[in-house]
């Protein structure tokens, strides 16, 4: 079946301004991870939805960085007022309850 | 708190040589341990995982892993390395199923003919 997808594959944009990256799990998958990969901080974990549960936001670095999971199924990061060292690869993963995960091709974030 | 380190962020093997990639953790719960292979511009492969069942686990590839709590160690192993194996290797801990992972720096491996 399909794999997990991620929207959209690179994106440039201007400091200051607003990015929205998008991730579609792999269906049926309950939990949604998003992680941030980047040369000089290698790969960090940034939030994680499991059902109906409150998100786990622990990984968040500011609150510049939201995310949201509509209807149990796609997720929305959003990254307000874009500064250079946002930029990196932003992958997601999906998995079923307690199982193992299954990641996304990421979008490559650059910030100019 | 978890951590996980990967001694090594550069390894170059032969191919048809043994392949040894180290990994140790920390964590003050039975931990969940992974390993994960990334090839250029893609995203994460699960290689193998442990669960607290068997110590010695084996993975896709022709890849295991042998789990050591005296140690604190999950090292990755391939008797046999071939030159698609050249790829980053990524361990990683998490405190229960399912939960957040917390990733190494990552190993780059490179296989020379």
């Known amino acids: 079946g399909a794999g997990v997808s991620q929207s959209p594959s690179n994106k440039v944009t201007e400091k200051g301004k607003d990015v929205e990256l998008r991730c579609d799990p792999i269906s049926g998958h309950t939990a949604l991870y998003w992680y941030r990969q980047s040369l000089g901080q290698g790969l960090e974990f940034l939030i994680y939805?499991?059902?109906?549960?409150?998100?786990?936001k622990s990984g968040l670095p500011s609150d510049r960085f939201s995310a949201e999971r509509t209807g149990g199924s796609v997720s929305t990061l959003t990254i307000q007022r874009t500064q250079q060292e946002d930029s990196a690869v932003y992958l997601c993963?999906?998995?079923?309850?307690?199982?193992?995960?299954?990641f996304g091709p990421g979008t490559r974030l650059t910030v100019t | 708190a978890q951590s996980v380190t990967q001694l090594g962020s550069h390894v170059s093997v032969s191919e048809g040589a043994l392949v040894l990639l180290r990994c140790n953790y920390s964590s003050s719960v039975p931990p969940y341990l992974f390993w994960y292979v990334q090839y250029p511009n893609q995203g994460l492969q699960l290689l193998l995982k442990y669960t607290s069942a068997a110590t010695l686990v084996k993975g896709i590839n022709g890849f295991e892993a042998e789990f050591k709590k005296s140690e604190t160690s999950f090292h990755l192993t391939k008797p046999s390395a071939h030159m698609s194996d050249a790829a980053e290797y990524f361990c990683a801990v998490s405190d229960q199923q399912g939960g957040k992972l917390i990733f190494g720096q990552g190993t780059e491996l490179s296989v020379k003919p």
């Open positions: 993963a999906s998995s079923l309850a307690y199982s193992e995960q299954y």
């Open positions: 939805f499991q059902g109906n549960s409150a998100p786990d």
